[in-house]
Protein backbone atom coordinates (compact mmCIF):
# COMPACT_ATOMS: atom_id res chain seq x y z
CA UNK A 1 0.00 0.00 0.00
CA UNK A 2 2.06 3.10 -0.99
CA UNK A 3 -0.49 5.79 0.63
CA UNK A 4 -3.75 7.23 0.65
CA UNK A 5 -5.37 10.50 -0.55
CA UNK A 6 -6.29 13.04 1.99
CA UNK A 7 -9.44 14.63 1.25
CA UNK A 8 -7.29 17.79 0.95
CA UNK A 9 -5.54 16.23 -1.70
CA UNK A 10 -1.95 15.00 0.04
CA UNK A 11 -1.15 11.85 0.05
CA UNK A 12 -0.13 9.78 2.65
CA UNK A 13 2.67 7.71 2.45
CA UNK A 14 2.06 4.32 3.79
CA UNK A 15 5.06 2.23 2.93
CA UNK A 16 8.04 3.33 5.11
CA UNK A 17 8.94 1.44 8.08
CA UNK A 18 9.23 2.97 10.43
CA UNK A 19 6.62 5.80 9.30
CA UNK A 20 7.09 8.94 10.00
CA UNK A 21 2.67 9.47 9.48
CA UNK A 22 1.49 6.66 11.17
CA UNK A 23 0.63 6.80 15.38
CA UNK A 24 0.28 3.37 17.35
CA UNK A 25 -2.17 3.49 19.96
CA UNK A 26 -4.59 1.51 22.34
CA UNK A 27 -7.46 1.60 24.21
CA UNK A 28 -7.47 1.68 28.19
CA UNK A 29 -9.35 -1.52 28.13
CA UNK A 30 -7.09 -3.43 25.93
CA UNK A 31 -3.91 -2.60 27.47
CA UNK A 32 -5.13 -3.48 30.98
CA UNK A 33 -4.97 -7.09 29.61
CA UNK A 34 -0.98 -5.94 29.95
CA UNK A 35 1.14 -6.63 32.90
CA UNK A 36 5.38 -6.69 33.43
CA UNK A 37 7.40 -7.69 30.46
CA UNK A 38 5.77 -7.03 27.39
CA UNK A 39 5.43 -9.13 23.97
CA UNK A 40 6.25 -6.20 21.61
CA UNK A 41 4.78 -8.79 18.74
CA UNK A 42 1.52 -9.71 20.38
CA UNK A 43 0.88 -5.90 21.62
CA UNK A 44 1.50 -4.48 18.00
CA UNK A 45 -1.63 -6.85 17.13
CA UNK A 46 -3.77 -5.37 20.02
CA UNK A 47 -2.68 -1.93 18.71
CA UNK A 48 -4.96 0.79 16.44
CA UNK A 49 -3.17 3.24 13.40
CA UNK A 50 -3.50 6.31 12.87
CA UNK A 51 -2.48 8.46 9.75
CA UNK A 52 -1.84 11.95 9.65
CA UNK A 53 -1.75 14.35 7.26
CA UNK A 54 1.23 16.99 7.28
CA UNK A 55 -0.74 19.36 4.63
CA UNK A 56 -4.19 19.71 6.46
CA UNK A 57 -3.40 17.49 10.03
CA UNK A 58 -6.62 15.28 9.30
CA UNK A 59 -6.09 12.13 11.41
CA UNK A 60 -7.07 9.04 9.38
CA UNK A 61 -7.88 5.93 12.02
CA UNK A 62 -7.60 2.46 10.80
CA UNK A 63 -10.61 1.15 13.63
CA UNK A 64 -11.06 -2.30 12.08
CA UNK A 65 -7.35 -2.77 10.47
CA UNK A 66 -5.94 -1.90 7.17
CA UNK A 67 -8.86 -4.22 5.32
CA UNK A 68 -11.22 -1.82 6.25
CA UNK A 69 -11.25 1.64 5.42
CA UNK A 70 -9.93 4.21 7.76
CA UNK A 71 -12.10 7.09 9.22
CA UNK A 72 -11.18 10.51 8.43
CA UNK A 73 -11.26 13.20 11.29
CA UNK A 74 -10.55 17.33 10.82
CA UNK A 75 -9.02 19.51 12.61
CA UNK A 76 -11.50 21.57 14.61
CA UNK A 77 -9.15 25.45 14.98
CA UNK A 78 -10.01 28.79 14.31
CA UNK A 79 -7.58 30.38 12.53
ZN1 LIG B 1 -4.90 16.32 4.24
Redesign the pocket.
Known amino acids: MPGIK???G?VIKFGEIPNSNEWLFISDVEYDKYSGNVDSEKLYMDLKSMLI?Q??K?IWIYWNGYDNAPTPYKLDVDN
Do not use: G, L, P
Open positions: CKCNCKCR
